[in-house]
């Protein structure tokens, strides 16, 4: 995410031109000298600068706190930085956390012509932060003076009677609609750990920082919300709403949250917020504090990555006590990545023991339902390298990876092996159809064109589609077989024609089949003990219960359909019938012989 943080020094950092104005200067005995004068002005004061950046002028907020913190407040965004006085007239600042990728800048203050000149130890390339010195200059809009100044005295926090603390749940966020990964997807790597994806809040999206305050014995959730990065208006957001019901994942809420950057109107909607890890389909894909929500008949969806934290307030005077909707800033929280991290890995790591205990359950049966023959077959048979990668976990990862919700509704099946088997026997049948027309057969032919109709139908079970789709599949090849290898046949043009559409669907076929034996030789083979990737995708329920029905079937049907695609291959050529795309020679790859 450094990228994220770096486009906010671009605001107050880099300025081209050098302004002058009137000077306003304290009398001698007030004048700022030493860097406890300008520690004690800048505590509790509101430093607002103006520079120019790439013809655009940018304004910038900070705001000293105690501690050698201070918040800058630009484009959009709130950022927490460090900061220390070095003279009467000198400060050093840094973004916190960052310091040593972005360096450390000198920000000498010029009090008679309210002027700054800012050092950077590094600077931007236009592809990442390189030690060398820059120097910008800017203006200085408020304070107009600049003057000795009692040192502020830091509030002490009044103690909350007992009788009067309620508990709040801080859920700190940052996301957006149209927010991408940049670097890395989440998900396990090949060492066996988990790492975030990294984020890009470029201008060509809208950035939203959210702080959610959940009041759960008042029944209430406290929404703060920002844009930021991509905005045009830099919006901001506070909503009281009223809790309706909430489970240990969702709130259900009536009110109005920010659901869209687009500009919706006023609404009062009930909206659910989805404040805990919701894992897709057990895969490694965090969707984490998701808010939905329905206006005027259209859904909206605002995804977020949010860590948790809880404080306490004084339920006697709650709006007053929130630490960030009470502030008046308006801004959400300040994201910080490492707890973001932290939290997002430990739930994960929750998540993969809960998917474990599941999957290790489920393994008892299936190991009873799944013969040794059938997995020793599967074991036995290598992988060459091809199109898909040269090793198994190569192969599975992108054939896994290549499968969405959506084409699962093609069949109506639940599971990547039980997709791959239909795919393949609907291309097969399809093929198998062209060639019955080849031959003059079609109303054997439309007999195969139902069966597909009823493969792609939510009638019947996945077992019985696929027991009555493999007996079909068994006598159909054995006739089309005989009738390619009688030499006696002599197709017509026409005949040809439809022999020469089989072609494409004869490979797709025997490509799916390809795609169903690696998915299925990596459940056999990695389910027991894995915690790389390709573990990870397979070790599900709905994977296993899927694969007790299919793999005692897969071995003869793949060796079905790879000798049949070879034969109807090899007679094209024999009758001269045009391979458009070589597709012949690509099955070579597909070759799953011992």
């Known amino acids: 995410m450094k990228k994220i943080f770096f486009i906010i020094f671009l605001v107050f950092l880099f300025s081209d031109n050098y302004f002058t104005t009137s000077k306003a200067t304290a009398t001698e005995e007030n004048e700022i000298k030493t860097k406890e004068d300008l520690e004690a002005f800048l505590i509790g004061t509101e430093l607002k600068t103006s520079g120019i950046y790439d013809g655009k002028t940018y304004i910038s907020k900070m705001k000293f706190e105690y501690d050698g913190i201070f918040?800058?407040?630009?484009?959009?965004?709130?950022?927490?930085?460090?900061?220390?006085?070095?003279?009467?007239?000198?400060?050093?600042?840094?973004?916190?956390?960052?310091?040593d990728y972005l360096g450390w800048h000198t920000y000498v203050l010029d009090y008679?012509?309210?002027?700054?000149?800012?050092?950077?130890?590094?600077?931007?390339?236009?592809?990442?932060?390189?030690?060398?010195?820059?120097?910008?200059?800017?203006?200085?809009?408020?304070?107009?003076?600049?003057?000795?100044?009692?040192?502020?005295?830091?509030?002490?926090?009044?103690?909350?009677?007992?009788?009067?603390?309620?508990?709040?749940?801080?859920?700190?966020?940052?996301?957006?609609?149209?927010?991408?990964?940049?670097?890395?997807?989440?998900?396990?790597?090949s060492d066996g750990t988990w790492k975030?994806?990294?984020?890009?809040?470029?201008?060509?999206?809208?950035?939203?920082?959210?702080?959610?305050?959940?009041?759960?014995?008042?029944?209430?959730?406290?929404?703060?919300?920002?844009?930021?990065?991509?905005?045009?208006?830099?919006?901001?957001?506070?909503?009281?709403?009223?809790?309706?019901?909430?489970?240990?994942s969702k709130i259900t809420a009536i009110g109005s949250p920010y659901l869209t950057e687009k500009d919706i109107g006023e609404y009062e909607i009930e909206y659910n917020f989805y404040y805990q890890n919701n894992y897709k389909n057990n895969l490694i894909d965090v969707q984490q504090g998701v808010l939905v929500g329905k206006v005027g008949g259209e859904k909206y969806q605002m995804e977020y990555f949010c860590y948790p934290e809880t404080y306490l307030a004084d339920k006697s005077n709650i709006e007053k006590t929130l630490t960030?909707?009470?502030?008046?800033?308006?801004?959400?929280?300040?994201?910080?990545?490492?707890?973001?991290?932290?939290?997002?890995?430990?739930?994960?790591?929750?998540?993969?023991?809960?998917?474990?205990?599941?999957?290790?359950?489920?393994?008892?049966?299936?190991?009873?339902?799944?013969?040794?023959?059938?997995?020793?077959?599967?074991?036995?048979?290598?992988?060459?390298?091809?199109?898909?990668?040269?090793?198994?976990?190569?192969?599975?990862?992108?054939?896994?990876?290549?499968?969405?919700?959506?084409?699962f509704k093609t069949y109506n099946v639940t599971s990547l092996i039980s997709y791959y088997f239909f795919d393949s026997m609907s291309n097969y049948l399809e093929s198998l159809e062209f060639l019955y027309?080849?031959?003059?057969?079609?109303?054997?032919?439309?007999?195969?064109?139902?069966?597909?109709?009823?493969?792609?139908?939510?009638?019947?079970?996945?077992?019985?589609?696929?027991?009555?789709?493999?007996?079909?599949?068994?006598?159909?090849?054995?006739?089309?077989?005989?009738?390619?290898?009688?030499?006696?046949?002599?197709?017509?043009?026409?005949?040809?024609i439809n022999y020469q559409k089989a072609l494409p669907f004869a490979f797709k076929a025997t490509d799916s089949g390809y795609k169903l034996f690696v998915v299925s030789k990596g459940l056999v083979t990695e389910i027991k003990g894995s915690t790389n990737l390709l573990g990870a995708l397979l070790k599900n329920a709905k994977e296993i219960q899927g694969a007790a029905t299919v793999i005692p079937l897969i071995p003869d049907y793949i060796k079905n359909v790879g000798s049949t695609a070879k034969l109807i291959f090899t007679g094209a050529k024999v009758k001269k019938i045009k391979d458009e795309g070589n597709l012949g020679d690509a099955l070579d790859e597909l070759d799953l012989s011992a």
């Open 71 to 99: 918040y800058d407040y630009s484009h959009g965004v709130k950022t927490k930085m460090l900061w220390k006085p070095i003279n009467g007239n000198t400060f050093k600042t840094a973004q916190f956390g960052y310091e």
């Open 196 to 248: 975030p994806a990294e984020y890009d809040f470029s201008k060509e999206m809208v950035s939203v920082a959210s702080t959610f305050e959940i009041d759960f014995e008042n029944g209430n959730i406290y929404t703060t919300t920002a844009e930021g990065y991509g905005s045009k208006e830099n919006r901001k957001f506070k909503s009281k709403n009223k809790i309706l019901s909430y489970d240990e």
């Open 324 to 407: 960030t909707y009470a502030n008046s800033d308006g801004f959400a929280k300040v994201w910080d990545e490492k707890k973001g991290n932290e939290y997002l890995d430990a739930e994960h790591q929750k998540e993969m023991a809960r998917t474990k205990a599941e999957t290790d359950k489920i393994m008892a049966e299936f190991e009873k339902q799944i013969s040794s023959k059938s997995k020793n077959i599967i074991k036995s048979v290598k992988l060459k390298s091809n199109k898909y990668g040269s090793s198994q976990l190569q192969q599975t990862k992108k054939i896994v990876n290549s499968v969405t919700k959506e084409d």
């Open 112 to 189: 008679d012509n309210l002027t700054y000149t800012i050092t950077s130890e590094k600077t931007f390339d236009g592809n990442e932060m390189i030690d060398k010195p820059s120097i910008y200059k800017g203006e200085i809009l408020s304070p107009k003076i600049f003057a000795k100044k009692e040192a502020k005295e830091r509030k002490v926090a009044t103690e909350i009677p007992e009788d009067q603390i309620v508990q709040i749940l801080s859920m700190n966020c940052i996301g957006g609609e149209k927010i991408k990964p940049i670097k890395a997807e989440s998900g396990n790597h």
């Open 437 to 496: 027309r080849a031959y003059d057969k079609n109303t054997d032919a439309d007999k195969l064109k139902s069966q597909i109709a009823y493969l792609k139908s939510s009638k019947g079970s996945e077992k019985e589609k696929l027991e009555s789709t493999k007996q079909i599949i068994n006598s159909a090849s054995l006739e089309i077989q005989a009738d390619v290898q009688n030499e006696s046949i002599v197709l017509s043009d026409e005949a040809k």
